[in-house]
T-cell receptor, first 117, second 111 residues
Framework: DAGVIQSPRHEVTEMGQEVTLRCKPI?????LFWYRQTMMRGLELLIY????????DSGMPEDRFSAKMPNASFSTLKIQPSEPRDSAVYFC???????????????FGPGTRLTVT | SQKIEQNSEALNIQEGKTATLTCNYT??????LQWYRQDPGRGPVFLLL?????KEKRKERLKVTFDTTLKQSLFHITASQPADSATYLC??????????FGSGTRLLVRP
């Protein structure tokens, strides 16, 4: 398996523009997580899905952020409108079904580095 | 609210020595603690998980301990190598499967 795939790897945009980040989880994984990482705040969970359904979005900073998972192999994180303070590395991660109680590890993608000017 | 705290200062050690990293948590004891490794420009990679009722877990040169009295987990790398240089993240996991990460500790192993 190719692992978790994210695109684009780098995104530079101007304030006010819409940004869409994409993620393809590992096949067979039924949990998908979106994180944001900054020097100031570290790695923060934004939202996670189970079987394509959003379970907890309490980490989503504002209404400008939205996430969808239309099917088991694709998810998007959208920021509209973007602001300079949204500049960060955004990671997507997936994990196996938790039927096996030893399988709690999360597999992270390479991240998307977002710069909003 | 629950916090996971790691030493923000880099740990600089000589090759061959044992590296020991600390993770402290406040308030309640998490059901699980996980340790991840992160290299520059990459996503975190899972290393070890330890449960609340486990004292110690080992994997090759890695060892993790969990002390619920001290509210602390220690992460050890024995016979350290320059290739072990990275940032190590501690994360707590509760019953909802959410991970709360510490800020990470950077380890530098000198040849």
């Amino acid at each position: 398996d190719a692992g978790v795939i994210q695109s684009p790897r780098h995104e530079v945009t101007e304030m006010g523009q819409e940004v869409t980040l994409r993620c393809k989880p590992i096949s067979g994984h039924d949990y998908l997580f979106w994180y944001r990482q900054t020097m100031m705040r570290g790695l923060e969970l934004l939202i996670y899905f189970n079987n394509n359904v959003p379970i907890d979005d309490s980490g989503m900073p504002e209404d400008r952020f939205s996430a969808k998972m239309p099917n088991a192999s694709f998810s998007t994180l959208k920021i509209q409108p973007s602001e300079p303070r949204d500049s960060a590395v955004y990671f997507c991660a997936s994990s196996e079904p938790f039927r096996d109680r030893d399988s709690y590890e999360q597999y992270f993608g390479p991240g998307t580095r977002l710069t909003v000017t | 609210s629950q916090k996971i705290e790691q030493n923000s200062e880099a740990l600089n050690i000589q090759e061959g020595k044992t590296a020991t990293l600390t993770c402290n948590y406040t308030n309640y004891s998490p059901a699980y603690l996980q340790w991840y490794r992160q290299d520059p420009g990459r996503g975190p990679v899972f290393l070890l998980l330890i449960r609340e009722n486990e004292k110690e877990k080992r994997k090759e040169r890695l060892k993790v301990t969990f002390d619920t009295t001290l509210k602390q987990s220690l992460f050890h790398i024995t016979a350290s190598q320059p290739a072990d240089s990275a940032t190590y993240l501690c994360a707590q996991m509760d019953s909802s499967y959410k991970l709360i990460f510490g800020s990470g500790t950077r380890l530098l192993v000198r040849p």
